[in-house]
Every structure is written in C-alpha cells, then in structure tokens.
C-alpha cells in the first residue's frame, strides 16, 4: 500500500493485491493494482504547453498470466490484463503548420487499454533468444476512438552470447505497427540495436552500444524526429 500526499491533488491511496500458484511446470498468478499519477512541473506550467487545470491520473489494472518452463533451457510466459483509467493525462496540438507545432496537455475523461503480451527464453550453452510481443487495444471510452501515438502491435527480438563469464554481445530488432496521431497515422518501424560489455579485468569493462544502426527516419510523435543513429562507448570501474 502506498499513499501520497500532493499539495494540489490532494492525498491518493493506492496499493497491489496479487497471488500465485504453480502446478508442476506452471506457474499462475492474478493481479490487482491501482495507481495515482500527477501532473508534472511541464504538464502544468510550461510555457504553451503546462495546463493549470489539468487533473492527476488514476487507473486500476487487473491481470492475469502463465509461465510455463518447459525445461531449465526454455520457457514461455504469458499475460492477459485490462487497465482502466480516470483523467488519462495526454497532450493534443493545438496549431498545424505552417504555424509553429504547439502542444497543450490535457486529460482524457475515461480510457481503457485491454493487452496480451507474451514472452519466450530459450538458452543454448552461451547462447540467449529472446522474443517479446504484445496485442493491444487502447481507446478513449468516451469517443470510442483509439488513444493517440499507442501501437496495437509490438515486437522485439533479440540474441545474445556470453563471453568471458561477465561479458556479452548482443543484437536486438525492434517492430512497431502504426499508431494513430492527431490528424495522422504515424507510420510503423523496425530499427536495429548492438550493445557489447567485454571485461578487460575484474575491474574495467569495456561497453559499447548502437542504437537505430541502420539510420532509420520515424516519428513517435508527429513532428519531432527520433534519434538518428547512436553510437556510445564507456569503460566502467567497479572496485
């Protein structure tokens, strides 16, 4: 349980009850959450975008889900949940081009996001696969329309390899199905991602990540570009 205390939104109880059960080589649970999120500092008082009369967020979720571990090598997990929300806290555009792009955030009076995410492992001796994909509908319950920049359809899949006991090298490929903006449909994407750590000793390691290597254009917002491609490299000390 959890209470907060907002010296604008007043105090919020909110809390998680949540069981599980295994049988033989599969383990259930069921869950129910609820949450309270305020408005933030630039959700309220931004220049052209804050709204000081902007409501905190609450929400209650409800799921349900299976693992099952077919061997120490491989397993599958699998998840149902609902999430309803009060005062979903959002942002429209408020001017189209050639006007200057402006935001204003806002509250969406009741939404709904109903899910299905499903998660499978497999290890082969220094070898890791993992595959990641979620199903999901998300809508504003007043209009009946889906809620703005969420993809129904998501994927990602990735391989790594262990090396020299703490090290690793990995390779991982994002998918995103289109998502609905304000007057737009923001396309899909698929981007590709490198990541290595290579212990140089018990001390140092060498990191090195790169992210969108193929240098790919997409939006999440209608507008403002993504990232192009990324390179990062650091050498970590740990005593």
Known sequence: ??????????SE???QFAWG?????????????????APDMNELFFPGFGN???????SKTFEIGALHTFSKSHKLDVSLYTTKINN??????ITFPPAPITFLAINTNKAS????????????????FQTNFTLQDAKDDKTNTPLLRRADQKLALSVSRNIKKTGNISAEILFSSDRPGQNNILPGYGILNLSANYPINKKLTLQGRIDNVSDKQYELVSGYNTANRSVFIAL????
């Open 52 to 58: 000081r009369s902007i409501q905190a967020e609450t």
């Open 236 to 239: 970590r000390y740990q005593n």
């Open 1 to 10: 349980m959890r209470i907060d205390n907002h010296s604008k939104f007043g």
């Open 88 to 93: 979903l806290i959002t942002s429209v555009q």
């Open 21 to 37: 059960r295994k049988f033989n080589t599969v383990q259930v649970r069921a869950s129910l959450g609820t949450a309270f999120k």
């Open 113 to 128: 996001i109903h899910g299905l995410e499903m998660a499978y492992t497999l290890n082969k001796g220094y070898w890791t």
């Open 13 to 15: 109880t909110t809390g």
